[in-house]
């Protein structure tokens, strides 16, 4: 009987927070004047995530901002290269050659992954991560990686040895030192799934922002859109742009206070997979997809590290999504 009183007022907690939540996506003048505007923010994957969302009071909005933030803590555990006990670091120790049964959403974003590298031709690439572990250690001695080291590390670089199994759920990486680093795409994923959490509790106006990229739903009340900051991202003149039921993405470039110092990697720059640079000369993008923040992360380093709008390459990839080049980001230093 306790379980069951349990499960029923769990129940009706979830029937309130639908009920509420969804009043503000109903266009009704009557229910946007009640909504209210919570704010949160919630460190994680490296990152800081920050919520807007609307409801009609505190119980309704913490509901949903929980599951959010229980979902991008679920997350952190499978996608944080950062973290050793990760599903994602667990893939990379496994011996050369093994098949890895991965978890669900590591399979998906690795699917993604994979299929955004063969649209750019490996402009996107998961595999880069002996790059990335190079410029670090270079970063950290005050130096630059020589080029015999990065030579090196490209024989480990290469989209296309990875292999995915859709049947078996596995993902086997083919080369002895190989390591996937996911931070191109793991935000804009993990953007997605807080939203998604966020819409089963009915909470349609809401905002989930997470690094370089943000996702919306329906608009706050009384407006027709969200506004975006264009962070310099953009043709001039330019600043804001509005969204709906959409997500945006920039390019790690793009990012404000971008500079150059003693030849270390900030994790804003770029890195050309091919081979290994690290690029200061490329232009900001700026991505907008109404197919998730995955894909608008993605591609929005994919379109940085190609670097021209007239790329016929970055046109066929697109399906769908719309971007823009800005002004290549000055740089500071030596």
């Known amino acids: 009987m306790h379980r069951s009183l349990l499960r029923y007022a769990a129940a009706l907690l979830l029937l309130g927070a639908l009920?509420?939540?969804r009043a503000s996506s109903g266009g009704a003048s009557g229910a946007e004047k009640s909504l209210q505007r919570f704010a949160r923010t919630h460190t994680t994957l490296g990152t800081d995530f920050r919520f807007t969302v609307y409801a009609t009071d505190a119980t309704v909005a913490n509901v949903a901002l929980r599951a959010a933030t229980e979902r991008l803590d679920a997350l952190d555990a499978i996608l944080n290269t950062e973290r050793p006990d990760s599903d994602v670091s667990s893939l990379n120790a496994a011996a050369p050659g093994t098949a890895v049964h991965v978890s669900d959403e590591l399979y998906l974003v690795l699917a993604e992954s994979q299929r955004l590298a063969a649209d750019t031709d490996g402009a996107f690439d998961v595999t880069i991560g002996p790059y990335v572990?190079?410029?670090?250690?270079a970063g950290s001695a005050q130096t630059v990686p020589t080029a015999a080291e990065l030579a090196n590390a490209k024989l480990l670089v290469g989209w296309r040895n990875v292999r995915l199994d859709a049947i078996e759920h596995t993902a086997t990486l083919t080369l002895p030192g190989m390591r996937i680093d996911l931070s191109g795409i793991a935000h804009g994923y993990a953007a997605d799934e807080a939203m998604r959490e966020l819409r089963r509790y009915g909470c349609e106006r809401s905002s989930v922002t997470g690094g370089n990229v943000r996702v919306v739903g329906a608009p706050p009340p009384g407006e027709t859109a969200w506004r975006v900051d264009l962070q310099g991202a953009a043709p001039k003149g330019q600043r804001t742009v509005e969204l709906h039921k959409a997500a945006v993405a920039f390019s790690p470039n793009a990012a404000k206070g971008n500079s150059r110092s003693s030849g270390r990697?900030?994790?804003r720059w770029l890195i050309q997979p091919s081979t290994g640079r690290v690029?200061?000369?490329r232009p900001a993008t700026v991505v907008f997809s109404h197919r998730g923040g995955a894909v608008a992360?993605?591609?929005a380093v994919a379109a940085a590290v190609i670097g021209t709008a007239e790329s016929?390459?970055?046109a066929q990839a697109a399906r769908g999504e719309r971007y823009?080049?800005?002004?290549v980001p000055r740089q500071r230093g030596g």
Request: hydrophobic fraction near 40%.
């Open 312 to 314: 016929p390459l970055l």
């Open 279 to 281: 690029l200061v000369d």
């Open 297 to 299: 992360q993605a591609f």
């Open 19 to 21: 009920t509420s939540c």
């Open 324 to 327: 823009r080049f800005g002004p």
């Open 133 to 137: 572990d190079l410029w670090r250690r």
């Open 265 to 267: 990697l900030d994790r």
